[in-house]
C-alpha cells in the first residue's frame, strides 16, 4: 500500500484545524502541539485525564508487543484488513483511524497489505506507553496520545474507523466519519481465550453469544466471526498473552499462580469483526 500523511487532525481545546509547522501541530488561536523526537503528538489536555498516567501500562504495552509481533494474532489482522479495504476506490487515498490502537500491531498489518491503494493512517490510544512504542516501530503513521471521548480529528474526515477490543464511543466516531464511512469493530466472542480463562477463575460468566444492537447513527453492514486454535509452547508466550489482557488484574493471586505453572496452553481465539456504515446525517 501507498502510506500518505494524514492530513485531519484538530485541536482537542477548539476543534479547530491543526497544521504542521517546524514538528509542532499549531490551530489559528494559537494552541501548539510539539511533536516528539519519537514521532507521535501528544493531544490529550491534561484536564481531560482520569488519572496521571491512564491507559495501559508500560509491561502491559510490551506484553502485547511481543504476542502481536509473534503472530499469534494474524487471522484478525487480515481479517480487519480485508473489511478496511473492501470497497476501496483506488483511485482516492483512505483516511483511517484506529481509535485505540495501541502499539499499533493492526495498522501496521495494514500498511504491509499488498495491493496498490493509498492509506492516510492515524492511530490514536490514551496510554502514552502504547503510543511511545507504536512510533518506534514505524514512522509513516500518525500517531497521537488522545481520547476516544475527544477525538482530535476533523468532522466528516475518515472513511475508515477500527475499534478493535476497545472502548467504543459512538456519537464521536458518527462525528468524525464521512456519510457511507465504516465502522470496523472487533469483540471478543463467546469462547474467545475459554481455556486461559478456566484456570485464572474459579468460575466463568457466560458472555453474549449473539450479535451487538446497532450503534445509533451506524446500520450494520457486514458480521464474521474469526475462530482458530493457537498452540502455545513457550511459558514466555502464555505469559504475555494473559498480561495483554484485562484477565491478569481481575484474576485471584491463586489463579495467576496457577497460568504461572503452565508450560504449554492451547486456546481458542474468537472474535467477532463486524462493520457498520454511518448513516447521512446522524450527528
Same mark, same amino acid.
Given at each position: 500500500?501507498?502510506?500518505?500523511?494524514?492530513?485531519?487532525?484538530?485541536?482537542?481545546?477548539?476543534?479547530?484545524?491543526?497544521?504542521?509547522?517546524?514538528?509542532?501541530?499549531?490551530?489559528?488561536?494559537?494552541?501548539?502541539?510539539?511533536?516528539?523526537?519519537?514521532?507521535?503528538?501528544?493531544?490529550?489536555?491534561?484536564?481531560?485525564?482520569?488519572?496521571?498516567?491512564?491507559?495501559?501500562?508500560?509491561?502491559?504495552?510490551?506484553?502485547?508487543?511481543?504476542?502481536?509481533?509473534?503472530?499469534?494474532?494474524?487471522?484478525?489482522?487480515?481479517?480487519?484488513?480485508?473489511?478496511?479495504?473492501?470497497?476501496?476506490?483506488?483511485?482516492?487515498?483512505?483516511?483511517?483511524?484506529?481509535?485505540? =490502537?495501541?502499539?499499533?500491531?493492526?495498522?501496521?498489518? %495494514?500498511? *504491509?497489505? #499488498?495491493?496498490?491503494?493509498? +492509506?492516510?493512517? !492515524?492511530?490514536?490510544?490514551?496510554?502514552?506507553?502504547?503510543?511511545?512504542?507504536?512510533?518506534?516501530?514505524?514512522?509513516?503513521?500518525?500517531?497521537?496520545?488522545?481520547?476516544?471521548?475527544?477525538?482530535?480529528?476533523?468532522?466528516?474526515?475518515?472513511?475508515?474507523?477500527?475499534?478493535?477490543?476497545?472502548?467504543?464511543?459512538?456519537?464521536?466516531?458518527?462525528?468524525?466519519?464521512?456519510?457511507?464511512?465504516?465502522?470496523?469493530?472487533?469483540?471478543?466472542?463467546?469462547?474467545?481465550?475459554?481455556?486461559?480463562?478456566?484456570?485464572?477463575?474459579?468460575?466463568?460468566?457466560?458472555?453474549?453469544?449473539?450479535?451487538?444492537?446497532?450503534?445509533?447513527?451506524?446500520?450494520?453492514?457486514? =458480521?464474521?466471526?474469526?475462530?482458530?486454535?493457537?498452540? %502455545?509452547? *513457550?511459558? #514466555?508466550?502464555?505469559?504475555? +498473552?494473559?498480561? !495483554?489482557?484485562?484477565?491478569?488484574?481481575?484474576?485471584?493471586?491463586?489463579?495467576?499462580?496457577?497460568?504461572?505453572?503452565?508450560?504449554?496452553?492451547?486456546?481458542?481465539?474468537?472474535?467477532?469483526?463486524?462493520?457498520?456504515?454511518?448513516?447521512?446525517?446522524?450527528?
Amino acid at each position: 500500500m501507498n502510506i500518505i500523511p494524514f492530513q485531519h487532525l484538530c485541536c482537542p481545546l477548539d476543534g479547530l484545524p491543526l497544521a504542521l509547522a517546524d514538528r509542532s501541530w499549531r490551530c489559528s488561536a494559537g494552541h501548539c502541539y510539539d511533536s516528539a523526537r519519537q514521532g507521535y503528538t501528544h493531544l490529550l489536555p491534561v484536564q481531560n485525564k482520569r488519572s496521571k498516567d491512564p491507559g495501559d501500562s508500560k509491561d502491559m504495552v510490551a506484553a502485547r508487543q511481543r504476542f502481536l509481533n509473534g503472530g499469534y494474532y494474524r487471522p484478525i489482522a487480515e481479517a480487519v484488513s480485508r473489511q478496511v479495504l473492501a470497497d476501496d476506490p483506488q483511485d482516492l487515498p483512505l483516511a483511517c483511524l484506529d481509535a485505540g =490502537s495501541g502499539e499499533g500491531y493492526y495498522l501496521r498489518q %495494514l500498511a *504491509e497489505t #499488498e495491493g496498490d491503494g493509498t +492509506l492516510a493512517l !492515524m492511530g490514536l490510544d490514551i496510554s502514552k506507553w502504547a503510543v511511545l512504542a507504536a512510533a518506534k516501530q514505524d514512522r509513516r503513521v500518525c500517531w497521537v496520545v488522545g481520547s476516544n471521548a475527544n477525538l482530535p480529528v476533523a468532522s466528516d474526515s475518515l472513511d475508515r474507523l477500527l475499534c478493535l477490543f476497545g472502548f467504543p464511543v459512538y456519537d464521536e466516531f458518527a462525528r468524525v466519519l464521512k456519510p457511507g464511512g465504516k465502522l470496523i469493530q472487533v469483540d471478543a466472542g463467546a469462547d474467545h481465550l475459554r481455556q486461559l480463562r478456566e484456570i485464572v477463575y474459579p468460575s466463568l460468566k457466560p458472555r453474549d453469544q449473539g450479535q451487538k444492537p446497532v450503534p445509533p447513527g451506524f446500520e450494520r453492514l457486514t =458480521s464474521e466471526t474469526v475462530r482458530f486454535e493457537l498452540a %502455545l509452547q *513457550e511459558p #514466555e508466550a502464555i505469559a504475555d +498473552l494473559l498480561a !495483554m489482557t484485562p484477565h491478569l488484574y481481575r484474576a485471584s493471586a491463586e489463579g495467576r499462580t496457577r497460568a504461572a505453572g503452565l508450560k504449554t496452553l492451547t486456546v481458542t481465539v474468537e472474535v467477532v469483526v463486524q462493520s457498520f456504515g454511518r448513516i447521512t446525517g446522524s450527528h
